[in-house]
């Protein structure tokens, strides 16, 4: 019998849901946590330095003074260069004009799109392992060096005087309470943890691992024990601040930590455990959206950012790898 159906009859309209889904992580834990500069060169520089060793010798009755101490003689400059950070978008006169579903302007949402792509480059660059580099033409831009190589990942920067650099950090493999310890003690006994308050950026990995402490204290003692308000109907059992014998970290899950460019791969075992006091993001030039001409084809244009990230002491932080 002959009839119409749905796959053998034309004109059907389809049903295209007013809806576009963008499941990709956004959340730029380390950029929102550090303080902001303003860099006015392509090379921006600050100075570290150290106290003494203290001294208790004692001094003689009527000793006069006779030798004098250069206090200025471990003081060093360090530097980082900008990078310039950019995505670009252009749509077509026609599209501009149909009837898209989902989007209101495919320009504007282009452009919506284009910020959240720069913000997630900016992240993952402060938080990779690459050193910095000067701009050379032929291919080599400018580039700022990231935190993991600020603290030695790879080798320790040459520029980084020994009294500086890092010395907490853990690359055994899975994290117990022992070996985060560890590493939050070398931290303590490198600077006293001046800042007062530490931040761990985790990865998903990292972030399990420490959640699991209070367990694996359970399974070697045989018991687990929860105290927490019945009326929530719920049990915690992830750790979002931890409080050890060297202070409080606040414990913050991230998916761009030791990434590579233009990678997807997520280093899920990745760490680092910054002092918020010692860490600046130096801009010089905001980030700022520009329409570039219609040249006939269709509006378009691009966000730029050019900034670079200021590690104020190495020694103020930590890493696991």
């Known amino acids: 019998?002959?009839?119409?159906?749905?796959?053998?009859?034309?004109?059907?309209?389809?049903?295209?849901?007013?809806?576009?889904?963008?499941?990709?992580?956004?959340?730029?834990?380390?950029?929102?946590?550090?303080?902001?500069?303003?860099?006015?060169?392509?090379?921006?520089?600050?100075?570290?330095?150290?106290?003494?060793?203290?001294?208790?010798?004692?001094?003689?009755?009527?000793?006069?003074?006779?030798?004098?101490?250069?206090?200025?003689?471990?003081?060093?400059?360090?530097?980082?260069?900008?990078?310039?950070?950019?995505?670009?978008?252009?749509?077509?006169?026609?599209?501009?004009?149909?009837?898209?579903?989902?989007?209101?302007?495919?320009?504007?949402?282009?452009?919506?799109?284009?910020?959240?792509n720069v913000k997630r480059s900016i992240e993952s660059a402060f938080c990779s392992s690459q050193d910095r580099q000067a701009d050379s033409g032929a291919g080599a831009p400018y580039k700022t060096r990231g935190m993991l190589k600020w603290l030695g990942v790879g080798g320790q920067p040459s520029d980084v005087p020994a009294f500086a650099q890092n010395v907490a950090n853990d690359t055994t493999g899975t994290q117990t309470e022992a070996t985060f310890n560890s590493v939050l003690q070398e931290l303590y006994e490198a600077n006293g943890m001046p800042g007062g308050q530490l931040t761990l950026l985790a990865g998903p990995s990292l972030k399990q691992e420490i959640s699991n402490f209070s367990r694996q204290l359970a399974a070697t003692n045989g018991t687990y024990t929860v105290n927490q308000d019945a009326e929530s109907k719920k049990i915690t059992l992830s750790i979002s601040v931890y409080e050890g014998d060297f202070g409080l970290v606040n414990i913050?899950?991230?998916?761009?930590?030791?990434?590579?460019?233009?990678?997807?791969?997520v280093d899920a075992d990745a760490g680092l455990l910054i002092d918020p006091e010692y860490v600046s993001m130096m801009s010089l030039k905001a980030e700022s959206v520009t329409e570039l001409e219609n040249q006939g084809g269709g509006r378009r244009g691009f966000v730029d950012v050019v900034a670079g990230l200021a590690c104020l002491s190495p020694v103020a932080h930590g890493y696991f790898n």
């Open 1 to 116: 019998m002959a009839k119409s159906t749905t796959y053998n009859t034309s004109g059907n309209r389809e049903d295209l849901t007013s809806i576009i889904s963008v499941l990709e992580p956004e959340a730029t834990p380390f950029v929102s946590l550090m303080k902001k500069g303003k860099a006015t060169g392509t090379f921006f520089e600050y100075q570290v330095d150290k106290l003494n060793s203290p001294e208790f010798d004692g001094v003689e009755e009527g000793e006069d003074v006779t030798a004098f101490k250069n206090q200025s003689a471990d003081r060093a400059r360090i530097g980082n260069y900008i990078q310039k950070f950019r995505d670009t978008f252009m749509v077509s006169d026609i599209q501009e004009m149909v009837d898209t579903a989902g989007v209101a302007s495919e320009f504007a949402n282009a452009e919506s799109k284009a910020v959240r």
């Open 252 to 265: 913050a899950p991230s998916l761009f930590i030791n990434r590579t460019s233009g990678s997807d791969t």
